[in-house]
């Protein structure tokens, strides 16, 4: 199958020595693993081609409305595993290989696409590129992102080759586009103990990201008597302890693995310290009530402390319904191949975000999921076993001959 030859092609491409990736948006790796797909999609006769925010689109068959689009993202978290965003993509490069072998001519365009910035791993807001090209975003706040070194999306674009003058929404893109199916990696266990190497998305969790700006008064650590000082370490700490206790009892999820600590000297007692959150929830107001709760606990913590906060959103995804009619239809077609004995295709939420979630206020959209046995992701111990990766080739090929056996949506 074409999909390992896919996949030892990408595999050391942004791999450190410990296994994990480092693939950060126009930036090294990320522009090496980019060219890698526009090649590969090119040696299979598809017209690849760059859209104005920087996603990389392979199309078979003329662009145009009615198509099928799929495909995935090849950006990394820091350290990630190997299969978060790039099995998406090598599978639907393999899927094409499939359909082809099968003698198999679509009826309507496919497109295959790498969205950019879906980690938000080096310019600090997630599914950036399918955000700009739907118009959730702000081109102009995109631009003035910066990265930990103070470099602007804008710049940085521009150095990859890019105009960053020319991102925005992209209704002529989005427009041609009748469906959109994901297929990704399942990261969390949901499959682990089934006789299932695909599962179908029903829906994603609501989720966002909240940027905390602990302001206190720089200080000696040695000199400075415990009363006299303004430490923003101490209501970050707090306000630590309060997400992981709002989420326990709202059955969310509520995480704080960033920080920045200004000036970030062992023997002095910091500025600044900035953090974020990352919560989520299976619904609005349990997801609410953790934000505020979160919020209410930094503000007076801080006060306590004679420290200031502020508070801000730099991201927010309200909850994913997937469309039913599609759902419906890929859990169809995957369980075609499904033994009885296995039951039912599972239908299954995530707390994970994706562009597809992004896409789906503007496009009928559907995701799959292969089997993790590990249950663990953003991390090097990301596994899917290469058998689970086949069957999602086949899966995903089976799922665009059905979609592309039909004419698309009048225009
Ligand atoms: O954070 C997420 O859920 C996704 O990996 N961007
Ligand atoms: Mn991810
Ligand atoms: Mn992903």
Redesign the pocket.
Known sequence: MSFDRLWAELAPIGRSDDGGYHRYTWAGADGDARAWFAESAAARGLDVRTDRNGNLWAWWGVPGPGAVATGSHLDS?PDGGAF?GPLGVVTALAAVDELRSRGFTPSRPLAVGVFVE???GRFGV??LGSRLATGEIDPARARALTDAAGITWADAMAAAGPDPDGIGPDPDLIGMFDLFVELHVE?GRALADTAHPVGVASSIWP?GRWRMDFTGRADHAGTTRLVDRSDPMLPLAHTILAARALAQSHDARATVAKAHITPNGTNAIPSLVSAWL?ARAADQSALAAVVEGVREAAERAAHDHGVTVAVAAESTTPLVEFSHDLRDRLAATVSDRVPESAGPVPLLPT????DAGVLSAHVPTAMMYVRNPTGV??SPMEWADPKDCHAGVTALADVLADLLAEPGRAV
């Not at 707390?351 to 994706?354: C, E, F, K, Q, S």
């Open positions: 978290v978060d879906e980690e938000g997630p599914c990261q989720h990352d707390g994970a975000g994706h992701s953003h």
